[in-house]
């Protein structure tokens, strides 16, 4: 089973602290009604909420990439079924290796 992962995006973030809000908002009124069920499902619920936004991943930094770039990173993760930012990730990993490497290996390998 693949796990999901969600990134902290800004959108992302402001939508979970508003609906986490809201829960709370909601919880505190179902304690004044004294509607204890419901007390124990919004508690529950803002909990989950709550470790949801406490373990987002943080934010990664934007990288323009050329329109053949982006097109060839789309085609290949619908081929593949691999996530589209995993695929970006090992390219850009494999680029900065070729960087890093001597420059004598990299002339061996021409």
């Given at each position: 089973?693949?796990?999901?992962?969600?990134?902290a995006t800004q959108?992302?973030?402001?939508?979970?602290?508003?609906?986490?809000?809201?829960?709370?908002?909601?919880?505190?009124?179902?304690?004044?009604?004294?509607?204890?069920?419901?007390?124990?499902?919004?508690?529950?619920?803002?909990?989950?909420?709550l470790i949801i936004?406490?373990?987002?991943?943080?934010?990664?930094?934007v990288v323009p990439?050329?329109?053949?770039?982006?097109?060839?990173?789309?085609?290949?993760?619908?081929?593949?079924?691999?996530?589209?930012?995993?695929?970006?990730?090992?390219?850009?990993?494999?680029?900065?290796?070729?960087?890093?490497?001597?420059?004598?290996?990299?002339?061996?390998?021409?």
């Amino acid at each position: 089973m693949k796990s999901l992962t969600i990134f902290a995006t800004q959108r992302n973030r402001i939508l979970l602290w508003m609906s986490t809000l809201l829960m709370a908002i909601a919880t505190v009124d179902a304690l004044v009604a004294a509607t204890w069920d419901l007390v124990l499902v919004l508690g529950l619920a803002l909990i989950v909420q709550l470790i949801i936004l406490l373990t987002l991943r943080g934010r990664r930094p934007v990288v323009p990439l050329r329109d053949d770039l982006y097109r060839w990173l789309e085609e290949r993760s619908a081929t593949t079924g691999e996530p589209f930012e995993f695929i970006a990730d090992r390219c850009v990993a494999a680029y900065r290796a070729g960087l890093s490497r001597d420059a004598t290996v990299v002339k061996d390998r021409q």
